[in-house]
């Protein structure tokens, strides 16, 4: 199978072509092999030549773009011109989108008719966002789907009437099964490393998306039969067993929304001190709607005078443990907690670099705490210098991971791959 | 021209393809277009029959991964079998090579020899980094560069070794001169359209690269002879005059560091209250190293009574004219000043959504404050919704562009074209 996409942008590098990855990693997960990938501009004579070559060496083409009203969009006449067919208007396809624009009180435009003409006999498939309607069509040999270029109309579009046809289609008849666990604090090698101890199904294997700072494991099984849903979730409970509480989230669920559903359930409130990260863990947390209802406060207190003006850090603290401490870290939870007055605070000291040769802590150094009812938890971490932005984005997450793990009542303290502890007091 | 980017994590979308975006974005810039992007996997014959078909309908051909150690990387062999010739150690490389990691302490390993087999009679690309030496070789009539996959590794190696040679075999012995314009407040079709009045010189042509919520602007001019770059120069100023101070920086600079550079000049000190960024601009300014230098405190005040208790935000204020509102703004940012003692101070209060229909204001509404020694200014935006967090990073943009509008003296409430002002008081 091959994916093509079109555009200029695209090949010019002005856009990254992230629908062929999207597309690619849709259909491997699906058990669907894409063998080749290639990327045309806008010249008709270049797309006609590409949809040829494609015939001639695949059963099944997906191609991405090229479906809009403008005259960059020739997608549509080059497939028709591969294939030996005219243009012609699409009334079904009109019938419908004049239908669900009158809903909306708008009506059929000439931009439309342009849109929907599509080569002789293809088979349309309906966007069910925007105005650019796929088309199933044959050139030569090969099947080929024609899928609109905007990301927000392709992923329905391809879920809702693409895919499935294609496992019914091009699949073996297998069923797929796919369920994905998000993991921090224990990279993509260390993953792999831990879980070939576990004694997977032949019908089941694994899938990594590494994201810095975090790891997507996927499960997938693929098979026929009664017994192979039993046998997924099997798996899927060994894999998540063995990675264990690194597991932050399952499915498309993120940390920020894993902490708030259990600071809504346990009816917490939070502050946040903030040093190195700048407010980043703040503005992390706040990706997630309706975190304002417990999310009170934070502070950056990027200065010692800051942390001791702000949030009643004794001056003597600093001057006995430096500021990249955990007695700091531990102060300022406490001050803010108190400041704030609420059930919890986080803080977090540390060295995001870069660093001159004299730093007394290098870059990738953070100093966490928590502050709770019944007192003070807290850590030091040591990771790998990922540059300053990286710094911060995984000490942001360290710090997010320690309220994540006392509200699930997990080790605060775990036994990280990806950090180390920094021993001070 | 084209470029094949190998590997199964590539194919498969494990990893989105940005070393072909990139390297298609540099070879435009530099006048070279490249007409057709192929990705295979790790299959040597499917290296094998792209390679050839690629040599077949190309002058030059740039081919990216596969260089390094181990079983997966096969390119080398592929290359050499699409030629007709045999693996050879290349002694020249492994010489600088072994002086290089004698230098660093290190010594040749089996991985470096095996890296090091290339196909008969290639010359060898240096890498300047890395071990995986890149190389020339002609198959058939074409022209093939093969390049490392670690972008850390291609780009130096590009630059240095690549491009050079490029120019002077297939460019057509034009200058490439490049400017690049950062600019914030106005959208790729605004700028567009302003510029449409500027007569250009027949050597020079814009481009555009959006990327929420900026633009950058490319002014290329490409050819020959002495009045090129006066030619070029003037282009440029034409463009930066028409765009005007929607330019927040040049070439390579960020926003944090423009900023950074005239708080250090102007001996400046800054403090920050955010609501709805919830410290996505304090998080953002901190992206640029030293900026603890004058960055001295800020503050997340989610809550109306976190705005009240901390900054002192009178609670009739609040009251009058709701909390998203230019006199909250100002209270907030005239309370963090003094609390913090700084000589300038920021603060932001808007609505980052999703709202419900009984909201008071839309999504993508920000009231902006910036108080200074003799006073503070104010102003209230709109902009499209561009979802939650989406619409989070254009507000702490606006709160971020009126610090350097003050800091350069240029207009603080600017006639942006993608946001449109707010009316309250």
Redesign the interface.
């Known amino acids: 199978m091959e994916i093509i996409t079109t555009g200029e942008e695209?090949?010019?590098?002005?856009?990254?072509?992230?629908n062929?990855?999207?597309?690619?990693?849709?259909l491997?997960t699906h058990g669907l092999d894409?063998?080749?990938?290639?990327?045309?501009?806008d010249r008709l004579e270049?797309l006609v030549a590409?949809f040829l070559?494609a015939a001639s060496r695949n059963r099944l083409v997906i191609v991405n773009g090229g479906l809009g009203p403008t005259s960059d969009d020739l997608t549509a006449a080059a497939a028709a011109r591969a294939a030996g067919l005219i243009l012609v208007e699409q009334r079904d396809w009109l019938e419908q989108l004049q239908a669900r624009l009158k809903q909306q009180g708008g009506q059929l435009t000439a931009a439309h008719r342009q849109q929907a003409r599509l080569p002789e006999g293809a088979e349309t498939i309906p966007n069910p966002v925007g105005s650019a309607c796929g088309f199933w069509l044959t050139i030569g040999q090969a099947r080929f789907c024609f899928t609109p270029g905007p990301p927000v109309e392709l992923q329905p579009l391809f879920h809702q009437h693409v895919l499935p046809r294609l496992l019914r289609e091009f699949g073996d008849g297998s069923q797929i099964l796919l369920h994905r666990l998000q993991v921090f604090g224990c990279p993509e090698s260390a993953v792999a490393e831990q879980v070939k101890a576990v004694e997977l199904p032949a019908n089941t294997r694994l899938?990594?998306?590494p994201h810095l700072p975090t790891v997507e494991v996927k499960i997938i099984s693929r098979g026929q039969g009664e017994t192979l849903a039993a046998e997924h979730e099997q798996a899927v409970a060994a894999i998540r067993r063995t990675i264990g509480d690194f597991v932050y989230a399952e499915a498309d669920e993120t940390l920020p929304a894993v902490i708030h559903r259990a600071m809504q359930q346990q009816g917490h409130s939070l502050a946040?001190a903030?040093s190195c990260?700048?407010?980043?863990?703040?503005?992390e947390?706040?990706?997630q709607?309706g975190?304002?209802a417990w999310?009170?406060?934070?502070?950056?207190?990027?200065?010692p005078?800051?942390k001791i003006c702000?949030l009643g850090v004794p001056a003597a603290t600093i001057d006995e443990h430096g500021v990249i401490s955990r007695p700091v870290a531990e102060a300022m939870a406490m001050g803010a907690r108190e400041q704030?007055g609420t059930t919890l605070a986080l803080a977090i000291t540390g060295q995001s670099?870069?660093v001159g040769a004299d730093a007394n802590v290098p870059a990738g150094t953070a100093c966490i705490a928590l502050a709770h009812a019944d007192g003070v938890i807290s850590a030091g971490w040591q990771h790998r210098d990922f540059g300053?932005?990286g710094n911060?984005k995984v000490q942001a997450w360290l710090l997010l991971d320690l309220l994540r793990r006392y509200l699930h009542q997990l080790p605060v303290v775990p036994v990280y791959v990806m950090a180390k502890p920094f021993r001070t007091v």
Chains 1, 2 share one sequence.
């Open positions: 695209v090949l010019q590098g002005q856009i990254v072509d992230s062929a990855a999207w597309l690619a990693e849709q491997n894409v063998q080749r990938r290639t990327t045309v501009g270049d590409v070559e899938g990594y998306r946040l903030e990260t700048a407010g980043w863990a703040a503005g947390l706040a990706r709607a975190v304002s999310l009170r406060q934070a502070w950056v207190v990027y200065s005078e800051a702000e704030a670099g870069p300053r932005n911060r």
